[in-house]
Structure formats: structure tokens, C-alpha cells
T-cell receptor, first 112, second 115 residues
Framework: GDSVTQMEGPVTLSEEAFLTINCTYTATGYPSLFWYVQYPGEGLQLLLKATKADDKGSNKGFEATYRKETTSFHLEKGSVQVSDSAVYFCALITSGTYKYIFGTGTRLKVLA | SQTIHQWPATLVQPVGSPLSLECTVEGTSNPNLYWYRQAAGRGLQLLFYSVGIGQISSEVPQNLSASRPQDRQFILSSKKLLLSDSGFYLC??????????????FGPGTRLTVL
């Protein structure tokens, strides 16, 4: 079945450091890909998405490119802030299904 | 604009007691609705989803059940809670017309502690 694999956390960075959180997927069809962010004690919020190969999603300085050849959707940010500390989830949904597949989440901690 | 509500926000219940969590969506019609559970420090586990009134699909066999009595209302229930039911319960919805590209919107969650 479809699946999403994320790098294990926690990831601890200093403020203004470069961030990469790896995400790879397995899907039988042509999925749409998403990154969600969860701040402490809250629900998930959409961070960015891409719906077809080579699309780049971007929001709040975060970027991710849909790479069909490597089945990846890595999240990047050039300069993280303390306020970026949260849990990040990679997810997919395949056309014709009603179910999202989420990765296990990666906790990011940014130190001042 | 669309909003999603969950209540209660927090709940502490004894083992063996019943449970009822409610989720309502405003500002949209015929959404797909979802219940997830997030155990402490863990990822999301899909429990139930619904594509219409009275239509419930169960992902994980357990002592929980779900119902959708109205188009924009989704209820999670249990007759007898277990310790392992503790967690953060999230309700979510998407527009029914295009599940391939539509974003899933999440509620604020209910934190359940079973003692």
C-alpha cells in the first residue's frame, strides 16, 4: 500500500541555520504531496503542497519540490527561527481515494 | 469561511467510562470527515472517515465507534474506555468534490486522558 517515510527526529538547530527534513513516499498512483505543521497543543495546519511532478510548494520561507524520479518531497528552509519549532508531517493522497497517508512526524527544535 | 470545532478541548475519564467527542464543520456542505488519534510523541492514526451522512468507514478495529447524524457533524464514541485510548483526537475535513487536490483542514483537537 501507499506509505510515507520521514526522517527520525528530533532535529535541533540554531537560529538562522539551514533546515532539511527528508520525506520519501511509495504510491501506486499519482499522489498529491503535502507538508503539515503542528504547534504544541494544536491541530495540524497546511504548510505547503504540490500536486504534480516538478511542482514546488512554498510558504513562510519553506519550500519542497515534488521529485517523481526519486519519490521524494524534502522540506527546506534557508534560515530557521525559534518560532519554527514544531512537529512537521509529510503526507500524500492518491487520486480516487479518500484517505491521507501521513508520515510519523519530525520534531524540530530551534535554539536562540 | 469554513471553520471546524471540536469539544471538549480536554477530558479526563476513568477506565471503563463512556466517551463522546463531537466535531462540527461550518461554512461548507457535504464534506468528507475524519477522526485521527495521536498518541504522545507519535504520528497520526486514522480511526474513521465518512463520505456522507450515515456512511462510516473504520480503519482500526477497537472499542471506538463513529457516527455522522448530520452532514457537518461527526461524533466519536466508546462504551468503555481503555487506558490505551488516551491521546490527542483530531477531527478533519476536506471538500467532497476533489479529494485528490484538496487540503485537509484540522480542528483544534481534544486531549483525552484515561486514568
Amino acid at each position: 500500500g501507499d506509505s510515507v517515510t520521514q526522517m527520525e527526529g528530533p532535529v535541533t538547530l540554531s537560529e538562522e541555520a539551514f533546515l532539511t527534513i527528508n520525506c520519501t513516499y511509495t504510491a501506486t498512483g499519482y499522489p498529491s504531496l503535502f507538508w503539515y505543521v503542528q504547534y504544541p497543543g494544536e491541530g495540524l495546519q497546511l504548510l505547503l503542497k504540490a500536486t504534480k511532478a516538478d511542482d514546488k510548494g512554498s510558504n513562510k520561507g519553506f519550500e519542497a519540490t515534488y521529485r517523481k524520479e526519486t519519490t521524494s518531497f524534502h522540506l527546506e528552509k534557508g534560515s530557521v527561527q525559534v518560532s519554527d519549532s514544531a512537529v512537521y508531517f509529510c503526507a500524500l493522497i492518491t487520486s480516487g481515494t479518500y484517505k491521507y497517508i501521513f508520515g510519523t512526524g519530525t520534531r524540530l527544535k530551534v535554539l536562540a | 469561511s469554513q471553520t471546524i470545532h471540536q469539544w471538549p478541548a480536554t477530558l479526563v475519564q476513568p477506565v471503563g467510562s463512556p466517551l463522546s467527542l463531537e466535531c462540527t464543520v461550518e461554512g461548507t456542505s457535504n464534506p468528507n470527515l475524519y477522526w485521527y488519534r495521536q498518541a504522545a510523541g507519535r504520528g497520526l492514526q486514522l480511526l474513521f472517515y465518512s463520505v456522507g451522512i450515515g456512511q462510516i468507514s473504520s480503519e482500526v478495529p477497537q472499542n471506538l465507534s463513529a457516527s455522522r447524524p448530520q452532514d457537518r457533524q461527526f461524533i466519536l464514541s466508546s462504551k468503555k474506555l481503555l487506558l490505551s485510548d488516551s491521546g490527542f483526537y483530531l477531527c478533519a475535513w476536506i471538500l467532497a468534490g476533489g479529494p485528490h487536490t484538496d487540503t485537509q483542514y484540522f480542528g483544534p483537537g481534544t486531549r483525552l486522558t484515561v486514568l
